[in-house]
C-alpha cells in the first residue's frame, strides 16, 4: 500500500511491486498507468440519500476547481464534505494546513448526518 500525494510521477509508480494500492490523500489521483496495480479513489464518501442536488453541486465545484469526474455518483470530495459537515453543526473553526480540528468529533459528526466511506474499489 502506497499512500501519495499530487507529485507521484510516472518512474516512481513503475517502481512500486505489482499488486501495490495507491491511496491518495491529496484531492487530486495519480494517473493511472500500472494495470497491475490498484488506485483508490480521492479522500471521499458517499453522501446521504436526503442529500439534495447533489449532482449539480459536484459538478459545479468540479469545474470550478478544474477536476475531471473521477468519483462515483453521490460520491463528494472530502473537502466539500467537511463544509457540509462543520455547517451543520455551527462549528465555526477553520483548518488549514497543519491545523486540524478533533477528528473523531468529525468523523462521527459525519458518520451521523448519514455521510459513509468509500470501499475500495475493484
Known amino acids: 500500500i502506497w499512500l501519495v500525494g499530487d507529485g507521484l510521477s510516472i518512474e516512481e509508480q513503475q517502481k512500486a511491486p505489482k499488486g501495490t494500492l495507491f491511496i491518495p490523500y491529496s484531492p487530486l489521483p495519480p494517473k493511472r498507468i500500472r494495470k497491475d496495480c490498484f ?69 462521527q459528526a459525519s458518520l451521523k448526518h448519514g455521510f459513509r466511506p468509500l470501499l475500495t474499489p475493484n
Open 39 to 107: 488506485y483508490h479513489y480521492t479522500p471521499a464518501m458517499s453522501a446521504p440519500m436526503s442529500l439534495q442536488n447533489l449532482h449539480s453541486f459536484e459538478i459545479e465545484s468540479r469545474s470550478m476547481l478544474h477536476i475531471q469526474n473521477w468519483l462515483p455518483r453521490r460520491v463528494m470530495s472530502a473537502w466539500p464534505v467537511a463544509g457540509i459537515i462543520h455547517a451543520l453543526e455551527g462549528w465555526n473553526e477553520h483548518e488549514c494546513g497543519d491545523i486540524v480540528f478533533n477528528i473523531e468529533k468529525v468523523w
